[in-house]
């Protein structure tokens, strides 16, 4: 199963990269995604994160085909 | 319900003038226009800033403003809703965002124009990236609470 993981923002420059695709045997909680992907780079505090563009909490279990986006806290308006 | 996000500078006065002529429903109809025009500053945090770019994430941002908008109508008694937002690059004295809200009653105006703004502050992913005065790039890292002094 294959997950899309993107970051936005300024954490897409701390992690050097926009996306990354996730090769997984079974769901996984979205903080365990960061930590798979990202080994050396703590969890921010302020992490946000969406399944297919809703907010979840990261112990949310991401399914196979699910979008998964982590970014800073929002700035619009 | 309009949900507009626009990479060109826009007039939000002509328009909400625009919106509210071409909509049947309003004619007639709508006593209290709420009103909120974002426009950015040429300063920010005590440095002056020379120009913004507004990053968002496509696709979230239209589903989350939708989402707002929705809950806002669920609340009040509006009559439709216009809400622009720029994306991309921003100049000072541009509008960065219209929220329009129509009711019959200027107590569901208000208080849904407010809703919607303050729920888009929070929740819609957009992104601030400043270029200073000096040339200096950052990210805004979070929205103020919306007073010159905390509350």
Request: some cysteine.
């Given at each position: ?12 420059e701390?992690?050097?990269r ?12 979205a ?8 080994p050396?780079?703590p ?11 809703e907010?979840?909490g ?20 | ?38 426009t ?11 120009g ?60 849904a ?39």
């Amino acid at each position: 199963m294959s997950i899309k993981v993107r970051y936005f923002a300024s954490l897409k420059e701390t992690v050097g990269r926009a996306e990354d695709e996730l090769q997984a045997t079974s769901p996984q909680p979205a903080r365990s995604i960061w930590q798979q992907l990202n080994p050396d780079l703590p969890i921010p505090d302020t992490l946000l994160a969406a399944v297919n563009m809703e907010y979840v909490g990261l112990d949310t279990l991401v399914n196979d085909g699910d979008e998964l986006a982590f970014f800073p806290p929002v700035t619009g308006g | 319900m309009t949900i507009k996000l626009c990479e060109q500078a826009f007039n939000p006065w002509q328009e909400i003038q625009t919106y509210q002529t071409q909509t049947a429903a309003l004619t007639g109809k709508h006593g209290a226009t709420g009103v909120f025009v974002g426009t950015m500053r040429d300063f920010n945090q005590g440095d002056s800033i020379q120009g913004m770019f507004l990053e968002h994430y496509p696709g979230m941002t239209e589903k989350q403003l939708e989402g707002i908008v929705a809950q806002a109508e669920q609340q009040w008694a509006l009559l439709d809703t216009l809400v622009i937002h720029r994306i991309g690059a921003v100049l000072p004295d541009d509008t960065l965002v219209l929220v329009a809200a129509w009711a019959a009653h200027r107590g569901d105006a208000f208080d849904a124009c407010r809703f919607i703004m303050e729920a888009l502050k929070s929740r819609a992913p957009f992104w601030k990236q400043e270029t200073l005065a000096s040339g200096q790039v950052r990210w805004v890292e979070k929205n103020s609470g919306g007073y010159q002094n905390p509350r």
